[in-house]
């Protein structure tokens, strides 16, 4: 089992930078791909960015690249979401998930941190 807390939400305004932060319980942590997501109100969850075990393979959603840069650190159980260049459509509870492989769905989910971006 993987427990999931994120912080660093909080208010910015647009243009500004939010770092986000996911700590993770359990041994397993190093081994497990991570993601990132978010839901806006009114909206349906959507995929934010992802980062494979070895750190080296990273994903992003369209809307997000170049901005936004995911990273994790396996010694401390620690994943990341630095956030620059907000705008007020990225505001939203962020997520960080958890999956104990590729060929699973994302299993194990935080309780959210909100992001609001005002212009």
């Known amino acids: 089992q993987v427990q999931l807390v994120e912080s660093g939400g909080g208010l910015v305004q647009a243009g500004g930078s939010l770092r986000l932060s996911c700590a993770a319980s359990?041994?397993?942590?190093?081994?497990?791909?991570m993601g990132w997501f978010r839901q806006a109100p009114g909206k349906e969850r959507e995929f934010v960015a992802s980062?494979?075990?070895?750190?080296?393979?990273?994903s992003y959603a369209d809307s997000v690249k170049g901005r936004f840069s995911i990273s994790r650190d396996n010694a401390k159980n620690l994943v990341y979401l630095q956030m620059n260049s907000l705008k007020p459509e990225d505001t939203a509870v962020y997520y960080c998930?958890?999956?104990?492989?590729?060929?699973?769905?994302?299993?194990?989910w935080g309780q959210g941190t909100q992001v609001t971006v005002s212009s």
């Open positions: 359990g041994r397993a942590f190093s081994s497990y791909p």
């Open positions: 998930a958890a999956r104990r492989s590729l060929t699973r769905d994302y299993e194990y």
């Open positions: 980062i494979r075990s070895n750190s080296v393979i990273t």
